[in-house]
């Protein structure tokens, strides 16, 4: 269990480096807890989830078994040709994605180190550590985002279908481009007010995507409701009360902060739809992997805090960073000191903590959620 925190407290330790004017130490830094994030995640064993199916995939793969999309085919029929060894596809998946994480908050904020905290804390469980053709989807999507700045349609359109190549939910980041566009800061409230009376009301949700699935072609409303009403999604994510108050702090960055470029408006309005689809996760679970795409951006948009004018005195700035940080890292605590329950057996995957460079003979027995 602790080497989750000491894994979480480096980032935490280092974070005052947001604020550092030494160029080298700050970058030597980063360096570091970017090595240190390859090797305990990209060399996980047998902890997290979605390795038991990837490796059952990887041993019969070939170029007629296409089965998780073209993308992470020639990824494992790669890794099989170069390293025999399912954990390679693992190691290179998670280097990418950390990679690009690293690249996404160094590039567009000025507390990339807090951005990335946040990011593992509300993240750690699904695309840090499982969920492995997802995450080298959302690395694609945040590697291209750039092209929506410059506003070009076409590149992104290719970062887009490149996601899809990994994993099909990838297409759901496509209208992000179009977010650029100024949208009146009401319409933005009334979003985020519509997420938390989705939470208030759990039933609000079911209801409309059972609306939605009527309107749909028969095939496809069927399959819809299928989802619906299968109890695997319904039960929803945990944390209603958090979730609220994540929104809060939304609806506040919203009602104080006035975009000034078309980067501050696709921050603002994925923060919109992250609410949205957050609150929607509680009641249908599926809407988690969607928010995914949504989130990373959105993190930038809670990070907008410090930049009020509430916060220009350096230490009310501090303050308000060290608030944030222990603010986001809830969600992480909270799940590395879960225990298991019939419900959810999540914490079984984790504790202990097992790496590909070292590990017991006991740690080749551990089950994933699908077996």
Avoid at 231 to 243: D, E, K, Q, V, W
Avoid at 308 to 320: D, G, R, S, T, V
Wanted: overall charge positive; some cysteine; glycine content about 6%.
């Amino acid at each position: 269990m602790i080497i989750y925190f000491v894994y979480l407290g480096t980032f935490c330790l280092c974070s005052f480096f947001d604020f550092k004017s030494d160029k080298y130490l700050r970058q030597f830094c980063i360096f570091s807890m970017f090595f240190f994030s390859i090797i305990f995640i990209g060399l996980r064993f047998h902890t997290g989830s979605d390795w038991y199916g990837y490796i059952r995939y990887y041993n019969s793969v070939d170029w007629d078994n296409n089965k998780y999309g073209i993308g992470y085919q020639i990824l494992n029929i790669f890794c099989k040709s170069l390293f025999d060894d399912y954990y390679a596809v693992q190691f290179f998946a998670s280097l990418f994605f950390i990679y690009s994480v690293f690249h996404f908050y160094l590039k567009n904020t000025h507390y990339p180190i807090l951005g990335i905290i946040i990011s593992i804390s509300l993240y750690f469980n699904d695309i840090y550590m499982s969920q492995v053709r997802q995450s080298i989807a959302i690395g694609i999507i945040l590697l291209f985002s750039d092209f929506i700045f410059q506003r070009k349609f076409l590149p992104f359109l290719f970062g887009v279908i490149l996601g899809i190549s990994f994993h099909i939910t990838a297409i759901i980041a496509l209208p992000i481009y179009f977010f650029r566009i100024k949208t009146p800061k009401t319409m933005k409230i009334c979003g985020v007010i519509f997420g938390l009376l989705c939470i208030l009301k759990k039933s609000i949700p079911i209801s409309l995507l059972i609306l939605g699935a009527k309107f749909l072609p028969g095939i496809y409303g069927n399959l819809v409701i299928k989802y619906i009403t299968n109890p695997m999604f319904l039960h929803g994510s945990t944390g209603g009360s958090y979730f609220f108050a994540k929104l809060l702090l939304g609806l506040l960055i919203i009602l104080f902060l006035n975009p000034n470029t078309e980067e501050d408006q696709v921050y603002l309005n994925c923060l919109v739809f992250s609410s949205i689809l957050s609150s929607f996760s509680l009641a249908f679970s599926l809407f988690r992997r969607i928010e995914f795409y949504f989130g990373f951006f959105t993190i930038i948009a809670y990070l907008k805090v410090l930049n009020l004018n509430f916060f220009k005195e350096k230490y009310f700035k501090m303050l308000a960073f060290l608030l944030l940080m222990f603010f986001f890292i809830i969600p992480y605590t909270k799940n590395r000191l879960a225990k298991p329950t019939p419900m959810n057996d999540a914490p079984k995957r984790y504790v202990p903590y097992y790496n590909y460079l070292n590990y017991p003979n006991g740690a080749q027995y551990r089950k994933d959620w699908c077996e």
